[in-house]
């Protein structure tokens, strides 16, 4: 069974940092691309951050010179490290794999089951 487990959220005041994780398991053959993505009350969910598997990455322009997303391919896992928090980052976080699965020809998308990240003014 394929999970993405996310870990690294909570409450931080306004200017604090944060580090979430998120580690992909199962029958996994390879990893195309991984991303972070929020969703705040009443909004809809948004693009955060994004790592193609040949190294290119994009950030929304709210989050750019803030945040730091980085793989670690061989614990495929990937990381959102978020600095200068402000209120507006308030949201619920989830990731995002692209993910080749034994026995399978197609990449597919994966979601973590999303945490919390609550910023204090």
């Known amino acids: 069974q394929v999970q993405l487990v996310e870990s690294g959220g909570g409450l931080v005041q306004a200017g604090g940092s944060l580090r979430l994780s998120c580690a992909a398991s199962g029958s996994i053959l390879s990893i195309n691309d991984q991303g972070w993505y929020r969703q705040a009350p009443g909004e809809q969910r948004e693009l955060v951050a994004f790592a193609t598997a040949t190294g290119n990455i994009n950030y929304a322009d709210s989050v750019k010179g803030r945040f730091t997303i980085s793989r670690d391919n061989a614990k495929n896992t990937v990381y959102l490290q978020m600095r200068s928090l402000k209120p507006e980052d308030t949201a619920v976080y989830y990731c995002?794999?692209?993910?080749?699965?034994?026995?399978?020809?197609?990449?597919?998308?994966?979601w973590g089951q999303g945490t919390q990240v609550t910023v204090s003014s």
């Open positions: 995002s794999a692209d993910l080749l699965l034994v026995g399978s020809r197609f990449y597919v998308r994966y």
